[in-house]
Protein backbone atom coordinates (compact mmCIF):
# COMPACT_ATOMS: atom_id res chain seq x y z
CA UNK A 1 0.00 0.00 0.00
CA UNK A 2 2.70 2.61 0.73
CA UNK A 3 4.54 1.76 -2.68
CA UNK A 4 0.95 2.27 -4.44
CA UNK A 5 0.86 5.90 -2.42
CA UNK A 6 4.34 6.47 -3.23
CA UNK A 7 3.95 5.60 -7.12
CA UNK A 8 0.40 7.54 -7.10
CA UNK A 9 2.14 10.63 -5.44
CA UNK A 10 4.94 10.78 -8.02
CA UNK A 11 2.55 10.26 -11.10
CA UNK A 12 0.79 13.59 -9.63
CA UNK A 13 3.80 15.62 -9.60
CA UNK A 14 5.08 14.72 -13.12
CA UNK A 15 1.26 15.66 -14.29
CA UNK A 16 1.37 18.68 -12.87
CA UNK A 17 4.87 20.10 -13.51
CA UNK A 18 4.01 19.31 -16.92
CA UNK A 19 6.90 17.06 -16.83
CA UNK A 20 4.54 14.44 -18.85
CA UNK A 21 2.64 15.46 -22.03
CA UNK A 22 1.22 12.57 -23.96
CA UNK A 23 1.84 12.81 -27.55
CA UNK A 24 4.51 15.19 -27.25
CA UNK A 25 7.94 13.51 -26.35
CA UNK A 26 9.81 15.60 -23.74
CA UNK A 27 12.33 15.37 -20.96
CA UNK A 28 9.65 13.94 -18.79
CA UNK A 29 8.88 10.83 -21.17
CA UNK A 30 11.92 9.83 -19.21
CA UNK A 31 10.35 9.42 -16.09
CA UNK A 32 7.40 8.44 -17.64
CA UNK A 33 9.56 5.25 -19.06
CA UNK A 34 11.08 4.82 -15.44
CA UNK A 35 7.26 5.27 -13.78
CA UNK A 36 6.27 2.59 -16.01
CA UNK A 37 8.91 0.49 -14.78
CA UNK A 38 8.41 0.91 -11.35
CA UNK A 39 4.65 0.05 -11.80
CA UNK A 40 4.97 -2.85 -13.44
CA UNK A 41 6.81 -4.27 -10.37
CA UNK A 42 3.70 -3.33 -8.34
CA UNK A 43 0.51 -5.09 -8.69
CA UNK A 44 -1.06 -1.61 -10.15
CA UNK A 45 -0.92 -0.29 -13.80
CA UNK A 46 -1.25 3.11 -15.41
CA UNK A 47 -3.26 4.36 -17.81
CA UNK A 48 -4.36 7.52 -20.40
CA UNK A 49 -7.17 8.10 -22.32
CA UNK A 50 -7.91 10.84 -25.08
CA UNK A 51 -10.33 13.84 -24.97
CA UNK A 52 -13.32 11.44 -26.14
CA UNK A 53 -12.39 9.16 -22.95
CA UNK A 54 -10.48 6.30 -25.04
CA UNK A 55 -7.92 4.35 -24.35
CA UNK A 56 -4.76 5.16 -25.50
CA UNK A 57 -2.45 3.45 -22.85
CA UNK A 58 -3.33 0.47 -20.56
CA UNK A 59 -0.65 -1.11 -18.19
CA UNK A 60 0.54 -4.53 -18.11
CA UNK A 61 -0.51 -4.87 -14.47
CA UNK A 62 -4.09 -5.41 -15.98
CA UNK A 63 -3.56 -7.86 -17.87
CA UNK A 64 -2.69 -9.94 -14.74
CA UNK A 65 -5.44 -9.16 -12.67
CA UNK A 66 -8.28 -9.48 -14.94
CA UNK A 67 -6.78 -11.87 -17.55
CA UNK A 68 -7.37 -9.38 -20.78
CA UNK A 69 -5.16 -8.09 -22.67
CA UNK A 70 -4.84 -4.73 -22.62
CA UNK A 71 -3.53 -3.70 -25.98
CA UNK A 72 -7.01 -5.03 -26.78
CA UNK A 73 -8.55 -2.37 -25.15
CA UNK A 74 -7.04 0.64 -26.81
CA UNK A 75 -9.29 2.94 -28.12
CA UNK A 76 -12.59 1.58 -26.09
CA UNK A 77 -14.14 3.68 -23.44
CA UNK A 78 -14.31 2.33 -19.71
CA UNK A 79 -18.24 1.78 -20.43
CA UNK A 80 -17.12 -0.45 -23.63
CA UNK A 81 -15.86 -3.15 -21.44
CA UNK A 82 -17.35 -5.97 -19.73
CA UNK A 83 -17.10 -5.65 -16.36
CA UNK A 84 -19.45 -7.67 -13.82
CA UNK A 85 -22.28 -6.57 -12.73
CA UNK A 86 -22.20 -2.58 -13.80
CA UNK A 87 -25.55 -1.10 -15.30
CA UNK A 88 -26.76 1.99 -17.78
CA UNK A 89 -27.38 3.62 -14.71
CA UNK A 90 -24.09 3.26 -13.64
CA UNK A 91 -22.40 4.36 -16.63
CA UNK A 92 -24.56 7.40 -16.98
CA UNK A 93 -23.63 8.91 -13.77
CA UNK A 94 -20.16 8.03 -14.46
CA UNK A 95 -20.20 9.80 -17.06
CA UNK A 96 -22.27 12.80 -15.75
CA UNK A 97 -18.93 12.88 -13.21
CA UNK A 98 -16.41 13.50 -16.08
CA UNK A 99 -15.66 16.83 -16.44
CA UNK A 100 -12.42 18.94 -18.18
CA UNK A 101 -11.58 19.98 -15.02
CA UNK A 102 -12.81 17.20 -12.35
CA UNK A 103 -10.59 14.23 -10.93
CA UNK A 104 -12.37 10.32 -11.73
CA UNK A 105 -12.59 8.20 -9.53
CA UNK A 106 -14.52 4.44 -10.01
CA UNK A 107 -14.94 1.07 -8.71
CA UNK A 108 -15.22 -1.47 -10.71
CA UNK A 109 -15.63 -5.40 -10.81
CA UNK A 110 -14.46 -8.32 -13.21
CA UNK A 111 -14.33 -12.04 -12.72
CA UNK A 112 -10.57 -13.07 -12.74
CA UNK A 113 -9.71 -16.60 -14.85
CA UNK A 114 -10.05 -18.28 -11.43
CA UNK A 115 -13.68 -17.22 -11.13
CA UNK A 116 -13.12 -15.26 -8.20
CA UNK A 117 -14.87 -11.69 -8.71
CA UNK A 118 -12.40 -8.93 -8.00
CA UNK A 119 -13.28 -4.95 -7.71
CA UNK A 120 -10.50 -2.20 -9.21
CA UNK A 121 -10.84 1.28 -8.51
CA UNK A 122 -9.85 3.86 -11.38
CA UNK A 123 -8.23 7.37 -10.09
CA UNK A 124 -7.90 9.62 -13.13
CA UNK A 125 -7.09 13.32 -13.42
CA UNK A 126 -6.88 15.60 -16.52
CA UNK A 127 -4.06 16.68 -17.98
CA UNK A 128 -3.85 19.61 -21.00
CA UNK A 129 -1.86 20.46 -23.78
CA UNK A 130 -1.95 24.45 -23.14
CA UNK A 131 -4.78 25.33 -22.60
CA UNK A 132 -6.74 22.57 -24.49
CA UNK A 133 -8.07 19.01 -22.79
CA UNK A 134 -6.03 16.26 -23.82
CA UNK A 135 -7.38 13.55 -22.00
CA UNK A 136 -7.18 11.71 -18.64
CA UNK A 137 -4.37 10.18 -16.82
CA UNK A 138 -4.50 8.04 -14.48
CA UNK A 139 -3.33 4.87 -12.35
CA UNK A 140 -5.54 1.55 -11.32
CA UNK A 141 -5.05 -1.15 -8.40
CA UNK A 142 -7.05 -4.05 -6.92
CA UNK A 143 -9.12 -3.21 -4.14
CA UNK A 144 -10.83 -6.16 -3.46
CA UNK A 145 -9.42 -7.30 -0.29
CA UNK A 146 -9.99 -3.59 0.76
CA UNK A 147 -13.79 -3.65 -0.18
CA UNK A 148 -13.59 -6.92 1.77
CA UNK A 149 -12.39 -5.21 4.79
CA UNK A 150 -14.44 -1.98 4.42
CA UNK A 151 -17.84 -4.47 4.10
CA UNK A 152 -16.55 -6.75 7.23
CA UNK A 153 -16.16 -3.34 9.03
CA UNK A 154 -19.59 -2.22 7.96
CA UNK A 155 -21.20 -4.97 8.52
CA UNK A 156 -19.74 -5.45 12.22
CA UNK A 157 -20.85 -1.91 12.72
CA UNK A 158 -24.12 -3.38 11.89
CA UNK A 159 -24.07 -5.91 14.20
CA UNK A 160 -22.63 -3.66 16.74
CA UNK A 161 -25.70 -1.57 16.39
CA UNK A 162 -28.10 -3.93 16.20
CA UNK A 163 -26.97 -5.57 19.65
CA UNK A 164 -26.88 -2.17 21.13
CA UNK A 165 -29.90 -1.38 20.00
CA UNK A 166 -31.96 -4.57 21.36
CA UNK A 167 -30.60 -4.05 25.01
CA UNK A 168 -32.99 -2.94 27.12
CA UNK A 169 -30.88 -0.99 29.53
CA UNK A 170 -29.90 2.28 28.90
CA UNK A 171 -26.05 2.47 27.55
CA UNK A 172 -24.14 5.56 27.77
CA UNK A 173 -21.13 7.49 27.46
CA UNK A 174 -19.62 10.92 28.59
CA UNK A 175 -16.99 13.26 28.78
CA UNK A 176 -15.12 13.96 31.60
CA UNK A 177 -17.74 16.46 32.55
CA UNK A 178 -20.14 14.57 32.62
CA UNK A 179 -21.98 15.56 28.88
CA UNK A 180 -23.54 12.67 27.34
CA UNK A 181 -22.08 12.09 24.08
CA UNK A 182 -23.23 8.56 23.58
CA UNK A 183 -26.77 6.59 24.04
CA UNK A 184 -28.92 4.23 22.49
CA UNK A 185 -32.32 3.77 21.39
CA UNK A 186 -33.61 2.33 25.16
CA UNK A 187 -33.30 6.01 26.26
CA UNK A 188 -35.90 7.35 24.38
CA UNK A 189 -38.12 3.88 25.83
CA UNK A 190 -37.04 4.80 29.09
CA UNK A 191 -36.94 8.77 29.56
CA UNK A 192 -39.13 9.68 27.05
CA UNK A 193 -36.70 12.20 25.20
CA UNK A 194 -35.15 11.74 21.92
CA UNK A 195 -31.66 10.40 21.73
CA UNK A 196 -30.48 13.41 19.39
CA UNK A 197 -32.11 15.93 21.59
CA UNK A 198 -30.44 14.36 24.62
CA UNK A 199 -27.07 14.09 23.26
CA UNK A 200 -24.70 17.27 24.42
CA UNK A 201 -26.81 17.51 27.72
CA UNK A 202 -24.95 16.52 31.12
CA UNK A 203 -26.62 13.69 33.05
CA UNK A 204 -27.33 15.45 35.60
CA UNK A 205 -29.60 17.63 34.10
CA UNK A 206 -32.35 14.67 33.50
CA UNK A 207 -32.00 13.22 37.52
CA UNK A 208 -34.48 14.19 40.29
CA UNK A 209 -32.72 17.43 42.15
CA UNK A 210 -32.10 15.79 45.36
CA UNK A 211 -29.73 12.72 43.19
CA UNK A 212 -27.45 15.32 41.40
CA UNK A 213 -24.69 16.13 43.82
CA UNK A 214 -24.39 12.54 44.43
CA UNK A 215 -23.55 11.69 40.88
CA UNK A 216 -21.90 14.70 40.08
CA UNK A 217 -19.35 13.92 43.16
CA UNK A 218 -19.07 10.69 42.06
CA UNK A 219 -18.50 11.38 38.36
CA UNK A 220 -16.09 13.71 39.84
CA UNK A 221 -14.06 11.32 41.59
CA UNK A 222 -14.11 8.50 39.14
CA UNK A 223 -13.01 10.88 36.36
CA UNK A 224 -9.98 11.84 38.70
CA UNK A 225 -9.16 7.98 39.38
CA UNK A 226 -10.01 8.56 43.00
CA UNK A 227 -12.70 5.58 42.32
CA UNK A 228 -13.04 2.64 40.00
CA UNK A 229 -16.22 1.36 39.03
CA UNK A 230 -19.45 2.34 40.91
CA UNK A 231 -23.11 1.43 40.96
CA UNK A 232 -26.11 3.46 42.59
CA UNK A 233 -29.95 4.19 42.22
CA UNK A 234 -31.20 7.11 41.08
CA UNK A 235 -34.54 8.96 40.20
CA UNK A 236 -34.87 9.49 36.28
CA UNK A 237 -37.62 12.37 36.26
CA UNK A 238 -38.71 11.50 32.35
CA UNK A 239 -40.29 13.82 29.77
CA UNK A 240 -43.68 13.36 31.17
CA UNK A 241 -42.45 14.55 35.08
CA UNK A 242 -43.12 10.53 36.25
CA UNK A 243 -40.34 9.29 38.52
CA UNK A 244 -38.82 6.32 37.72
CA UNK A 245 -35.96 4.42 39.29
CA UNK A 246 -33.04 3.69 37.92
CA UNK A 247 -29.77 1.58 38.55
CA UNK A 248 -26.36 2.99 36.88
CA UNK A 249 -23.31 1.20 36.65
CA UNK A 250 -20.58 3.27 35.66
CA UNK A 251 -16.64 2.82 34.76
CA UNK A 252 -13.97 5.09 33.00
CA UNK A 253 -13.21 5.15 29.40
CA UNK A 254 -9.42 4.82 29.73
CA UNK A 255 -7.72 7.70 26.89
CA UNK A 256 -3.97 8.00 26.04
CA UNK A 257 -1.51 9.13 28.32
CA UNK A 258 -3.00 7.48 31.60
CA UNK A 259 -5.92 9.65 31.25
CA UNK A 260 -9.51 8.84 31.18
CA UNK A 261 -11.47 10.23 28.24
CA UNK A 262 -15.06 9.81 29.96
CA UNK A 263 -17.38 7.75 31.51
CA UNK A 264 -19.52 5.05 30.36
CA UNK A 265 -22.16 2.88 31.82
CA UNK A 266 -25.64 1.53 31.96
CA UNK A 267 -29.14 2.80 32.89
CA UNK A 268 -31.65 0.20 34.30
CA UNK A 269 -34.93 0.84 34.90
CA UNK A 270 -35.48 -1.04 38.44
CA UNK A 271 -39.24 1.32 39.03
CA UNK A 272 -41.26 -2.19 39.30
CA UNK A 273 -38.51 -3.72 42.13
CA UNK A 274 -38.47 -0.44 44.02
CA UNK A 275 -42.92 -0.45 43.96
CA UNK A 276 -42.31 -4.24 45.11
CA UNK A 277 -39.63 -3.14 47.84
CA UNK A 278 -41.77 -0.35 49.13
CA UNK A 279 -44.87 -2.57 48.81
CA UNK A 280 -43.30 -5.57 51.34
CA UNK A 281 -41.76 -2.61 53.58
CA UNK A 282 -45.27 -1.25 54.09
CA UNK A 283 -46.74 -5.21 54.13
CA UNK A 284 -43.92 -5.89 56.78
CA UNK A 285 -44.68 -2.80 58.73
CA UNK A 286 -48.25 -3.69 59.09
CA UNK A 287 -47.34 -6.90 59.92
CA UNK A 288 -45.02 -6.00 62.49
CA UNK A 289 -48.00 -3.66 63.57
CA UNK A 290 -50.67 -6.63 63.95
CA UNK A 291 -47.72 -8.24 65.52
CA UNK A 292 -47.56 -5.91 68.41
CA UNK A 293 -51.45 -5.74 68.87
CA UNK A 294 -51.29 -9.49 68.71
CA UNK A 295 -48.93 -9.57 71.73
CA UNK A 296 -50.49 -6.86 73.18
CA UNK A 297 -53.77 -8.94 72.96
CA UNK A 298 -52.33 -12.18 73.95
CA UNK A 299 -50.59 -10.42 76.93
CA UNK A 300 -53.56 -9.36 78.32
CA UNK A 301 -55.10 -12.74 77.45
CA UNK A 302 -52.28 -14.26 79.96
CA UNK A 303 -53.14 -11.71 82.15
CA UNK A 304 -56.54 -12.72 82.08
CA UNK A 305 -56.40 -16.26 82.41
CA UNK A 306 -53.40 -15.72 85.19
CA UNK A 307 -56.17 -14.06 87.36
CA UNK A 308 -58.61 -17.33 86.62
CA UNK A 309 -55.75 -19.21 87.66
CA UNK A 310 -55.20 -17.79 91.12
CA UNK A 311 -59.06 -17.40 91.33
CA UNK A 312 -59.35 -21.44 90.29
CA UNK A 313 -56.47 -21.98 93.25
CA UNK A 314 -57.86 -19.66 95.96
CA UNK A 315 -61.61 -19.36 95.45
CA UNK A 316 -62.36 -22.79 93.99
CA UNK A 317 -60.30 -24.34 96.55
CA UNK A 318 -61.83 -23.26 99.54
CA UNK A 319 -65.39 -24.65 98.97
CA UNK A 320 -64.01 -27.65 97.70
CA UNK A 321 -61.75 -27.82 101.40
CA UNK A 322 -64.89 -26.74 103.16
CA UNK A 323 -66.95 -29.75 101.52
CA UNK A 324 -64.33 -32.02 102.56
CA UNK A 325 -64.00 -30.76 106.38
CA UNK A 326 -67.50 -30.81 106.64
CA UNK A 327 -67.73 -34.72 105.33
CA UNK A 328 -65.30 -35.59 107.96
CA UNK A 329 -66.92 -33.72 110.62
CA UNK A 330 -70.16 -35.93 110.22
CA UNK A 331 -68.59 -38.86 109.93
CA UNK A 332 -66.71 -37.73 113.42
CA UNK A 333 -70.05 -36.96 114.43
CA UNK A 334 -72.00 -39.66 113.95
CA UNK A 335 -69.46 -42.70 114.45
CA UNK A 336 -70.80 -45.54 115.43
CA UNK A 337 -74.69 -44.87 114.35
CA UNK A 338 -73.61 -44.27 110.42
CA UNK A 339 -74.93 -47.39 108.60
CA UNK A 340 -73.36 -48.69 105.76
CA UNK A 341 -75.05 -46.89 102.93
CA UNK A 342 -74.93 -43.51 104.66
CA UNK A 343 -71.20 -43.80 105.22
CA UNK A 344 -70.30 -44.83 101.11
CA UNK A 345 -72.28 -41.82 100.37
CA UNK A 346 -69.92 -39.47 102.81
CA UNK A 347 -66.93 -41.60 101.17
CA UNK A 348 -67.75 -41.05 97.43
CA UNK A 349 -68.62 -36.94 98.44
CA UNK A 350 -64.76 -37.13 99.68
CA UNK A 351 -63.61 -38.66 96.64
CA UNK A 352 -65.34 -36.25 94.31
CA UNK A 353 -64.00 -33.41 96.20
CA UNK A 354 -60.55 -34.49 96.43
CA UNK A 355 -60.86 -35.38 92.18
CA UNK A 356 -61.97 -31.89 91.56
CA UNK A 357 -59.12 -31.03 93.42
CA UNK A 358 -56.63 -32.62 91.23
CA UNK A 359 -58.65 -31.56 88.27
CA UNK A 360 -57.95 -27.92 89.24
CA UNK A 361 -54.24 -28.39 90.01
CA UNK A 362 -53.81 -30.48 86.57
CA UNK A 363 -55.25 -27.41 84.61
CA UNK A 364 -53.56 -24.64 86.41
CA UNK A 365 -50.39 -26.88 85.34
CA UNK A 366 -51.83 -27.08 82.18
CA UNK A 367 -51.74 -23.20 81.77
CA UNK A 368 -48.53 -23.04 83.74
CA UNK A 369 -46.73 -25.04 80.96
CA UNK A 370 -48.60 -23.13 77.96
CA UNK A 371 -47.40 -19.78 78.99
CA UNK A 372 -43.75 -20.35 80.28
CA UNK A 373 -40.91 -19.33 78.65
CA UNK A 374 -38.27 -21.56 76.79
CA UNK A 375 -35.06 -21.82 78.06
CA UNK A 376 -33.63 -24.14 75.38
CA UNK A 377 -30.26 -26.34 76.25
CA UNK A 378 -28.59 -29.45 75.62
CA UNK A 379 -30.88 -32.02 77.37
CA UNK A 380 -30.20 -35.37 77.74
CA UNK A 381 -33.72 -37.00 77.35
CA UNK A 382 -32.09 -40.79 78.19
CA UNK A 383 -30.98 -39.66 81.52
CA UNK A 384 -34.13 -37.89 82.37
CA UNK A 385 -36.28 -41.04 81.87
CA UNK A 386 -33.93 -43.18 84.32
CA UNK A 387 -34.56 -40.80 87.26
CA UNK A 388 -38.63 -40.98 86.03
CA UNK A 389 -38.15 -44.65 86.30
CA UNK A 390 -36.41 -45.05 89.66
CA UNK A 391 -38.90 -42.61 90.90
CA UNK A 392 -42.18 -44.91 89.54
CA UNK A 393 -39.76 -48.31 91.12
CA UNK A 394 -40.22 -46.66 94.66
CA UNK A 395 -43.88 -46.41 94.22
CA UNK A 396 -44.34 -49.64 93.34
CA UNK A 397 -40.99 -52.17 94.14
CA UNK A 398 -43.04 -55.09 94.15
CA UNK A 399 -44.11 -54.61 90.42
CA UNK A 400 -41.89 -57.05 87.46
CA UNK A 401 -41.27 -54.68 84.87
CA UNK A 402 -38.93 -54.89 82.14
CA UNK A 403 -37.40 -51.30 81.18
CA UNK A 404 -35.40 -50.66 78.19
CA UNK A 405 -34.20 -47.31 77.30
CA UNK A 406 -31.62 -46.35 74.64
CA UNK A 407 -28.49 -44.30 75.92
CA UNK A 408 -27.22 -40.85 75.23
CA UNK A 409 -30.69 -39.44 73.32
CA UNK A 410 -29.83 -35.42 73.82
CA UNK A 411 -32.21 -32.88 72.21
CA UNK A 412 -32.23 -29.12 71.90
CA UNK A 413 -35.09 -28.28 74.77
CA UNK A 414 -36.53 -26.92 77.42
CA UNK A 415 -35.26 -29.22 80.50
CA UNK A 416 -38.50 -28.43 82.87
CA UNK A 417 -40.70 -28.94 80.19
CA UNK A 418 -38.46 -31.98 78.81
CA UNK A 419 -39.00 -33.90 81.76
CA UNK A 420 -42.97 -33.18 82.26
CA UNK A 421 -43.06 -34.71 78.82
CA UNK A 422 -41.29 -37.69 79.75
CA UNK A 423 -42.71 -38.08 83.06
CA UNK A 424 -46.46 -37.59 81.63
CA UNK A 425 -45.69 -40.38 78.97
CA UNK A 426 -43.86 -42.94 81.08
CA UNK A 427 -46.17 -42.47 83.71
CA UNK A 428 -49.26 -43.81 80.91
CA UNK A 429 -47.18 -46.77 79.98
CA UNK A 430 -46.07 -47.48 83.56
CA UNK A 431 -50.25 -47.40 84.53
CA UNK A 432 -51.84 -48.94 81.30
CA UNK A 433 -49.75 -51.84 81.65
CA UNK A 434 -50.31 -52.39 85.47
CA UNK A 435 -51.82 -55.67 84.52
CA UNK A 436 -49.10 -57.24 82.34
CA UNK A 437 -46.72 -59.85 84.20
CA UNK A 438 -43.98 -58.84 83.10
CA UNK A 439 -44.38 -55.34 82.16
CA UNK A 440 -42.59 -53.96 79.27
CA UNK A 441 -41.41 -50.55 78.71
CA UNK A 442 -39.22 -49.27 75.62
CA UNK A 443 -37.69 -45.61 75.19
CA UNK A 444 -35.91 -45.77 71.83
CA UNK A 445 -34.99 -43.72 69.11
CA UNK A 446 -35.46 -43.73 65.16
CA UNK A 447 -34.40 -42.10 61.99
CA UNK A 448 -37.34 -41.15 59.62
CA UNK A 449 -37.07 -38.74 56.53
CA UNK A 450 -33.80 -37.73 57.64
CA UNK A 451 -35.42 -36.54 60.96
CA UNK A 452 -35.30 -38.43 64.59
CA UNK A 453 -38.64 -39.40 65.61
CA UNK A 454 -38.50 -40.66 69.76
CA UNK A 455 -40.64 -43.27 70.70
CA UNK A 456 -42.21 -44.67 74.26
CA UNK A 457 -44.05 -48.47 74.00
CA UNK A 458 -45.60 -50.51 76.46
CA UNK A 459 -47.47 -53.80 76.13
CA UNK A 460 -50.10 -52.88 78.15
CA UNK A 461 -53.99 -52.39 77.30
CA UNK A 462 -53.64 -50.29 74.54
CA UNK A 463 -56.63 -48.36 72.95
CA UNK A 464 -59.17 -49.05 69.67
CA UNK A 465 -57.33 -46.00 66.86
CA UNK A 466 -60.76 -45.42 66.02
CA UNK A 467 -60.96 -43.43 69.16
CA UNK A 468 -57.48 -41.49 68.86
CA UNK A 469 -58.32 -38.51 67.97
CA UNK A 470 -59.69 -37.84 71.37
CA UNK A 471 -56.07 -38.65 72.70
CA UNK A 472 -54.85 -35.21 73.17
CA UNK A 473 -58.19 -33.13 74.24
CA UNK A 474 -58.24 -32.28 78.05
CA UNK A 475 -60.43 -34.39 79.70
CA UNK A 476 -60.58 -36.72 77.15
CA UNK A 477 -59.87 -40.59 78.70
CA UNK A 478 -60.34 -43.63 76.56
CA UNK A 479 -60.63 -45.43 79.86
CA UNK A 480 -63.02 -45.57 82.93
CA UNK A 481 -61.62 -44.64 85.99
CA UNK A 482 -62.74 -47.62 87.36
CA UNK A 483 -59.90 -49.30 85.12
CA UNK A 484 -57.49 -46.40 84.84
CA UNK A 485 -57.51 -43.68 87.38
CA UNK A 486 -56.68 -40.18 85.76
CA UNK A 487 -57.46 -36.91 84.88
CA UNK A 488 -57.43 -36.47 80.72
CA UNK A 489 -54.90 -33.85 81.39
CA UNK A 490 -51.46 -35.65 81.20
CA UNK A 491 -51.62 -35.88 76.93
CA UNK A 492 -52.84 -32.85 76.06
CA UNK A 493 -50.22 -31.22 78.29
CA UNK A 494 -47.15 -33.23 76.04
CA UNK A 495 -49.01 -32.20 72.85
CA UNK A 496 -48.40 -28.59 74.39
CA UNK A 497 -45.05 -28.88 75.34
CA UNK A 498 -44.31 -30.89 71.84
CA UNK A 499 -45.79 -27.73 69.61
CA UNK A 500 -43.71 -25.11 71.87
CA UNK A 501 -40.92 -26.89 70.44
CA UNK A 502 -42.16 -27.02 66.83
CA UNK A 503 -42.48 -30.81 66.68
CA UNK A 504 -45.56 -33.29 66.38
CA UNK A 505 -47.03 -36.19 68.48
CA UNK A 506 -48.80 -39.17 67.57
CA UNK A 507 -49.77 -42.64 68.80
CA UNK A 508 -50.45 -45.96 67.95
CA UNK A 509 -52.31 -48.98 69.32
CA UNK A 510 -53.84 -52.03 69.38
CA UNK A 511 -56.60 -52.98 71.85
CA UNK A 512 -55.19 -55.35 74.49
CA UNK A 513 -51.57 -55.19 72.59
CA UNK A 514 -50.05 -52.25 73.85
CA UNK A 515 -49.42 -48.72 72.56
CA UNK A 516 -46.25 -46.13 70.76
CA UNK A 517 -46.24 -42.90 71.46
CA UNK A 518 -43.88 -41.26 69.05
CA UNK A 519 -42.86 -37.55 68.64
CA UNK A 520 -40.21 -35.57 67.19
CA UNK A 521 -38.57 -32.06 68.36
CA UNK A 522 -38.24 -29.11 66.16
CA UNK A 523 -34.65 -27.12 65.45
Not at 24 to 33: C, I, K, P, V, Y
Not at 137 to 163: N, P
Not at 238 to 258: C, D, F, L, Q, Y
Request: with cysteine; hydrophobic share 40%; charged share 30%.
Amino acid sequence: MLAVVVLAGLLWYLLRSGRITPGRRTAGDEDLNRLNDLLSMTSDWRWATDTTHRYTHIGEGFRDLTGLDPSSLIGQRPWDIPWDGLGEAFWASYKRRLGRRDVVSVVLARHDANGQLRQFELLGKPYYDGPAFSGYHGIGRDVTERMKTERALIESQQRYHEVVESVKEVIFQTDNEGTLTFLNGAWRRISGYRVEKSLGRPLGEFLHPDDRPTIETDFKRVTAGVLGEFSCQLRLRTRKGEIRWIEAAVRPMPGSNGHHRGLAGTLDDISARKVAELTLRNVNQELEARVRLRTAELEASNRELEAFSYSVSHDLRAPLRAIDGFTRILEEDLGDRLDTALAEHLDRIRRATQRMAHLIDALIELARLTRQPLHKEQVDLSELALQIVDELRSEEPDRDVEIEITRDIVVNADRVLARVLLENLLRNAWKFSSERTPARIQFAVDLKNDRRVFCIQDNGAGFDMAFASNLFRPFSRLHSNAEFSGTGIGLATVQRIIQRHGGTIWAEAEAGQGARFCFTFGT
